[in-house]
């Protein structure tokens, strides 16, 4: 069965500083693998990753695609308060599998 | 140009009944796929539509149906409702069946 698994679950650092998301994923027919970011309600579209080793960039944020060892990473720089949310990845395989999210508390 | 928008908001039920909800996807988008999301489960996929074809179904009892009218609005209908039913249930709609997907506020549904 496809599965998708993110780590941490939760993560609590300071303003300032960086943290690294994990994805891992074992699906069939991959296609694409996508970082949301759900502060209330409607996650919000965050990157889409198809191709491995080039890094996709806005602003402090940052992810990567790695198909062999199938992983990504969501990397936040200079961490903010507004940046406390929970990051969900999703792989579009046979169908959208998501992640259960880590949930990051950023404090000032 | 105007986003996903579901309704209702907000509804809450009492077992065994049956609710629909509806969702109104981006002007020009014409997938539309349905998740549920609850703290233990996370967001898990319900189906998928494109074209007024459900093109993907999770793993979700029949109870749980939809569908896709020609002017890609979807609705997904809940029978039978049970206390488990209660969710968040998000929508989404993107251009194509693949790629970025635009979410919706949800319906946040309890089931009494």
């Known amino acids: 069965e496809d599965k998708v698994v993110q780590s941490p679950l939760s993560l609590v650092v300071h303003e300032g500083d960086t943290v690294t998301l994990n994805c891992s994923y074992e699906?069939?027919?991959?296609?694409?693998l996508l970082w949301y970011k759900q502060e209330k309600k409607a996650p919000t579209f965050l990157f889409m990753l198809?191709?491995?080793?080039i890094e996709k960039k806005s602003g402090r944020l940052s992810s990567i695609l790695d198909k062999k060892e199938l992983f990504s990473i969501l990397n936040i720089t200079a961490t903010q308060t507004g940046d406390s949310a929970v990051y969900l990845c999703?792989?579009?395989?046979?169908?959208?599998?998501f992640g259960a999210g880590t949930r990051l508390t950023v404090k000032p | 140009k105007a986003g996903v928008t579901q309704t209702p908001r907000y509804l809450i039920k009492t077992r065994g009944q049956q609710v629909t909800l509806s969702c109104s996807p981006i002007?020009?988008?014409?997938?539309v796929s349905w998740y549920q999301q609850t703290p233990g489960q996370g967001l898990q996929f319900l189906f998928e539509?494109?074209?007024?074809?459900?093109?993907n179904k999770g793993n979700f009892p029949g109870r749980f149906s939809g569908r896709q009218f020609s002017n890609s609005r979807s609705e997904m209908n809940v029978s039978t409702l049970e206390l488990g039913d209660s969710a968040l249930y998000l929508c989404?709609?993107?251009?194509?069946?693949?790629?970025?997907?635009?979410f919706g506020q949800g319906t946040r549904l309890t089931v009494v």
């Open positions: 989404a709609s993107s251009l194509e069946r693949t790629g970025r997907a635009f």
């Open positions: 699906v069939t027919n991959f296609r694409s």
């Open positions: 198809t191709s491995s080793g």
């Open positions: 999703a792989v579009d395989a046979n169908d959208m599998r």
């Open positions: 002007s020009g988008h014409r997938s």
């Open positions: 539509y494109f074209s007024e074809t459900q093109r």
